[in-house]
C-alpha cells in the first residue's frame, strides 16, 4: 500500500522536503531554508532602520536652518518610527511589511525633497513675528513698524513660503495679500490693498494665504 506523501519542493533547495509556507512571498521551504529566509527579513528591516536613521538625522540638521521650514513630513515620520518599533518588537513580520516599510520611506523622502509639498508648520503669528527678528531670512519684512507701506505690515496673519523661499503674506488690517520676494527690502501687493470691500480690487481682513505652484 501507497503511503501518501506530505512532502514538497522547497523553493530554496528544490529537495523534497516538509516544508512551511511564506505567506509573504507565498513559496514553500524546508525548516533549514525557512530560517535562513527569516533571517533575509532581518537583515532587510535593518537596512530599513539604517536608512530611516539616517533621514532622520538629515531632517534635524535642515530643523537648524532658519530658511527651511517643515510641515507635517516630521509627524509621517515618527509615525513610520513607531511601527517600526512595533515590528521590532514583536519580531512576527514578513515581504510584506518590509514592502510597506520601504515604500512609505522613499515616499516620505520624496516629499521631503519636493519643496513644493513643504509648508509651515508652527503658528503663523509667532512664525512672522520670527520672521521679523531675523534679518538673515528676508531683508526688510515688515521690520519697519506697522504700516501700510510695503516695507511695513499691520497684523499679519497667515503664511505661504513658496519653492524659491519667497512669502506670502496675508497682510490682515491692511486688506491686501503681499509677496516678499526671497532676500528683498520690501514686498509686492499681489492682491487687493485698495481699501476694505467686496469689489474685484479688494479684500476683507485676509487670514489665510494659498499659492497654486502647479
Not at 68 to 86: A, H, R, W
Not at 136 to 149: A, D, L, Y
Not at 189 to 208: F, M, S, Y
Request: hydrophobic share 30%; with cysteine.
Amino acid at each position: 500500500m501507497a503511503i501518501a506523501s506530505n512532502k514538497t519542493q522547497c523553493f530554496t533547495c528544490n529537495i523534497y522536503k516538509i516544508t512551511y509556507l511564506c505567506k509573504g512571498c507565498l513559496k514553500e521551504f524546508c525548516l533549514p531554508h525557512l530560517n535562513e529566509h527569516q533571517q533575509m527579513f532581518n537583515d532587510e528591516l535593518n537596512h530599513i532602520t539604517n536608512e530611516y536613521n539616517a533621514f532622520k538625522q538629515t531632517i534635524n540638521e535642515q530643523k537648524q536652518n532658519p530658511q527651511t521650514f517643515i510641515n507635517d513630513i516630521e509627524k509621517k515620520l515618527n509615525d513610520l518610527s513607531e511601527q517600526i518599533k512595533q515590528i521590532h518588537k514583536e519580531n512576527d513580520f514578513n515581504e510584506i511589511n518590509l514592502n510597506y516599510l520601504r515604500n512609505r520611506l522613499r515616499e516620505i523622502t520624496r516629499e521631503f525633497n519636493n519643496p513644493t509639498h513643504i509648508s509651515i508648520q508652527q503658528n503663523p503669528q509667532s512664525f512672522i513675528n520670527e520672521i521679523f527678528e531675523k534679518p538673515n531670512v528676508i531683508t526688510g519684512t515688515g521690520r519697519n513698524g506697522k504700516g501700510q507701506e510695503l516695507n511695513q505690515l499691520s497684523f499679519p496673519y497667515g503664511i505661504f513660503v513658496d519653492e524659491k523661499k519667497n512669502i506670502f503674506i496675508a497682510d490682515y488690517a491692511n486688506h491686501r495679500i503681499i509677496e516678499w520676494k526671497y532676500n528683498t527690502k520690501k514686498g509686492k501687493i499681489i492682491a487687493g490693498g485698495n481699501g476694505q470691500g467686496n469689489r474685484i480690487d479688494q479684500l476683507n481682513e485676509p487670514k489665510v494665504v494659498i499659492i497654486d505652484q502647479q
